[in-house]
T-cell receptor, first 109, second 118 residues
Framework: GENVEQHPSTLSVQEGDSAVIKCTYS??????FPWYKQELGKGPQLIID?????GEKKDQRIAVTLNKTAKHFSLHITETQPEDSAVYFC????????FGTGTLLAVQP | EAGVVQSPRYKIIEKKQPVAFWCNPI?????LYWYRQNLGQGPELLIR????????DSQLPKDRFSAERLKGVDSTLKIQPAELGDSAVYLC????????????????FGPGTRLTVL
């Protein structure tokens, strides 16, 4: 079955800097890759997703890139703000969504 | 538009007691999921419903866990009896089946129920 690995487990950046979180997946049949943001005491919130027929997707300060050959995808957050601080989860899916172990992002003001 | 609603938000019980969680999905969403999220981990799927039918319950510990979605709308997840290791956040999610070749649709999560078993 699918296995998704996520790095780093923690990431601290200064406000205004960029943050990059990387994930790798094992099943070459995976075709859907969402990213969720989870704040303390809340459920995961979808922030961006990408399907395997595109290589990059952007939404304001957030972008995701997908390299199907290498089986990895990344989340890029530019001009980080303190409110971006949260745990971020990547996911990979064929017929079932498998999540990574999460990255705790801390944006220092 | 209201999101996924879950109740209760928190539950503390003693081991061997039963517990139930309730979920109301986003209106019109035919697919409903129950996930378990252990501390410091990503969510793990327990069961997926398409309308009233449980189409994937391979990860549901059937000796103590049960779920139902009788009218294809809201759902209940039950644990009986609860064990210490069941302490976790139980998340409900829903999606709209778009059909076609894209099997996994975008999932929207509720706030979860944090269960503590003492």
């Amino acid at each position: 079955g699918e296995n998704v690995e996520q790095h780093p487990s923690t990431l601290s950046v200064q406000e205004g800097d960029s943050a990059v979180i990387k994930c790798t997946y094992s099943d070459s049949a995976s075709n859907y890759f969402p990213w969720y943001k989870q704040e303390l005491g809340k459920g995961p919130q979808l922030i961006i997703d990408i399907r395997s027929n595109v290589g990059e997707k952007k939404d304001q300060r957030i972008a995701v890139t997908l390299n199907k050959t290498a089986k990895h995808f990344s989340l890029h957050i530019t001009e980080t703000q303190p409110e971006d601080s949260a745990v971020y989860f990547c996911g990979g899916a064929t017929n079932k969504l498998i999540f990574g172990t999460g990255t705790l992002l801390a944006v220092q003001p | 538009e209201a999101g996924v609603v879950q109740s209760p938000r928190y539950k503390i019980i003693e081991k061997k007691q039963p517990v139930a969680f309730w979920c109301n999905p986003i209106s019109g969403h035919n697919t409903l999921y129950w996930y378990r999220q252990n501390l410091g981990q990503g969510p793990e799927l327990l069961i997926r419903y398409e309308n009233e039918e449980a189409v994937d319950d391979s990860q549901l510990p059937k000796d103590r866990f049960s779920a139902e979605r009788l009218k294809g709308v809201d759902s209940t997840l039950k644990i009986q009896p609860a064990e210490l290791g069941d302490s976790a956040v139980y998340l409900c999610a829903s999606s709209l089946d778009q059909g076609g070749t894209m099997v996994v649709d975008t999932q929207y999560f509720g706030p979860g129920t944090r269960l503590t078993v003492l």
